[in-house]
Structure formats: C-alpha cells, structure tokens
C-alpha cells in the first residue's frame, strides 16, 4: 500500500481550489473542509480456527446540512479512516451539485416518493453516462413507489415460501412479476441507448414471436436451472454458498465444482464485464 498517498488531503485540497474560485468565507471553509462526525469501532471477530481478531472500522459522516447522511460500506484489508474521510467529503459534493435532499423525507410520503425518485434515477449514472441508464433508474424508481403508496415497501422481506418446499399461487405470481419488471429494465440497461432500446421493447410488442431460433435459448435455460436448483433450498441463508455450517471436505468439494463449472461454462470472448465498459 502506498502510504505516502492521503485521499483525505487531496479532497482538502480540491475544496481549497474551489472555495478560492467561489470566494467562500471563513468561516465555510472551515466547517466544511473536516467532517462532521467521525466513529471508531472495534469490532471482535470469532475465527475459523477459533481465534479471536479485532477489526477496525470507520464512519464519517461529513455534513447533514442537505438531511441525513448518505454512503455506503467498504470492507478492505487496508482501509484507512482517511478514506473513509475523503469518500464522506465527496459524497457531500455529488449530493449538493445534484440538489437532492438525500434521507430528508419530513414533509411526508409525497416528499418521500419523490426523493426515493430522483435517487434511483440519479444511480443509473453510477452504471454509465448515458441517458438509457438513468431511465432504466428511473424505471426502478417507479417499480418502488407503489409499495409506498400502500405503505408496504417493509411488507416483503420475508423468505419466500418459508416452512415450504414450493411457494403458494399468489408468491408465484408475484416472483414471476418481479422477474418479468427485472428484464423488462434489462432491456433497456443492456441496449447502446434509448434510440436502440426502443426499438427493441418495439419489437417485442409488435412481432414478439417472429425470426427467433429458440434452440440457442435452450442450453443457456438449463444452465439457468443449476443456480435455481442451487438458490432455492438455500434461499433462507444470505446466499446459495453460504454452506459454512458444512463439514469442511464437503464445502471444499463444492467450491471446486463451482469453479471448475465456470471455468468449462464460461464465456470468456474478447467482450469486457459490463461494468468495465462505463
């Protein structure tokens, strides 16, 4: 790690340039050139091997001046508080250049609806800077705002089909929704643009059935059954390898079959992983 490099000083630095050009006061400047808040945690972990490790963590929260605030999570290794700090800072600009009220939803389920909106449009250009990226945020967007307006966005959280091998007719219908809204964005995601996305949702209105060989779908539909077969009896676990509670010599053997399928299967063309292409 190179630790002659400090994010945090940088970001320092990119406001100091900048408050020059606005002529910003004193006083500004020194509210808004350091965080907040800032937290320390030490948090000990139980290993494998029974060991016990401490791991530090970190939250910053820089300024709440917009509403609360907003920001993920990292997990690294190396991470360091002024990371942490710079990333804080940055969250401050992006969320003021794009004058969205992150959290501030006091004035109501309109005003909720409304930010929930604007946010899901606003991370389609963490996928790309192209406009059928932010209607496909959009699109998210819109799928939210129903629930909310029924007050049932906290309602599905549930296991689907818990203490049951099969779910009922209404969760069935209900995942089969789900997953046709999933690829109908898709298809607007995956498209160069939106000139090209609507022509191909066009087309599937208009001539849904016509010049496809469906014998190309049926191999790429049975390696879609492996991950189902797999998810489905793991769906009350966090994901479908979540087999620690496995004796070690099965898990191990799990995760070789796992790589050696992806290694027979894969596709590995000259094409670049779709979030390397933004």
């Keep these: 790690m190179n630790t002659s490099y400090n994010p945090f000083l940088m970001a320092q630095q990119q406001f100091d340039q900048v408050a020059a050009q606005l002529e910003l006061d004193e ?17 000990p ?32 290794p190396q991470e360091t508080v002024d990371t942490v700090r710079a990333l804080s800072m940055w969250m401050t600009w992006k969320c003021a250049v794009v004058d969205i009220p992150l ?36 699109m998210n967007g819109l799928y939210y705002i129903p629930l909310m307006l029924r007050n049932k966005q906290k309602q599905f959280m549930d296991t689907v089909a818990e203490g049951r091998i099969l779910p009922s007719p209404v969760e069935a219908l209900r995942m089969a929704g789900t997953f046709a809204l999933v690829l109908l964005g898709l298809a607007v995601f995956r498209n160069q643009s939106l000139v090209h996305a609507g022509g191909f ?28 077969v797999v998810e489905w009896p793991m769906r009350f676990r966090q994901h479908g390898l979540d087999i620690g509670h496995f004796p070690p010599a099965i898990r191990w053997m799990l995760y070789i079959i796992v790589i050696l399928a ?8 000259s094409k670049q992983f779709i979030y390397f292409q933004f």
């Design 27 to 43: 006083a500004s400047r020194s509210l808004l050139r350091d965080p907040l808040r800032e937290y320390r945690f030490s948090v």
């Design 45 to 76: 972990v139980r290993m494998d091997d029974g060991a016990v490790k401490i791991f530090k963590g970190f939250r910053v929260q820089h300024n709440d001046a917009k509403g609360p605030g907003k920001g993920g999570i990292r997990f690294h």
């Design 103 to 138: 959290g501030g939803s006091k004035g109501g389920s309109w005003m909720s609806m409304r930010n929930i909106f604007i946010i899901f449009a606003v991370s389609g250009f963490w996928h790309g800077a192209n406009w059928n990226m932010v209607l496909w945020g959009m």
């Design 201 to 228: 949702l066009l087309r599937i209105v208009q001539t849904p059935f016509l010049g496809l060989d469906y014998s190309g779908y049926i191999k790429p539909l049975l390696y879609a059954l492996i991950p189902l």
């Design 262 to 269: 992806i290694i027979v299967l894969g596709n590995f063309g």
